[in-house]
Nanobody, 114 residues
């Protein structure tokens, strides 16, 4: 069955960096565009970034443009989100998702605080 396991979250100070990972199983990762979403406390889930099947084209939500970078390693069945220059407003649970597959993992908590 489809599984997406997010990891790499944690507590970081403003200006710091984190690298999130999403390990996929139960489907052929290389056949699907992938996205990262996040949900802040008291808010709805929002799009963060997406990447095409080959890892060539990426799109980003405006506030993270230039600070976050999405990438993938199809051979390792893993999608990454490198987050730099983190801000307090980046605090959220982060989820990855395969395009066209209605499945959400448990997410990984990112907390940016001094």
């Amino acid at each position: 069955q489809v599984q997406l396991v997010e990891s790499g979250g944690g507590l970081v100070q403003p200006g710091g960096s984190l690298r999130l990972s999403c390990l996929a199983s139960g489907f052929t990762l290389r056949s699907y565009a992938m996205s990262w979403y996040r949900q802040a406390p008291g808010k709805g889930r929002e799009f963060v970034a997406s990447i095409d099947t080959r890892g060539i084209f990426a799109n980003y939500q405006g506030p993270v443009q230039g600070r976050f970078a999405i990438s993938r390693d199809n051979g390792k069945n893993t999608v990454y989100l490198q987050m730099n220059s983190l801000k307090v407003e980046d605090t959220a649970v982060y989820y990855c998702k395969a395009s066209g597959i209605e499945y959400w993992g448990q997410g990984t908590q990112v907390t940016v605080s001094s």
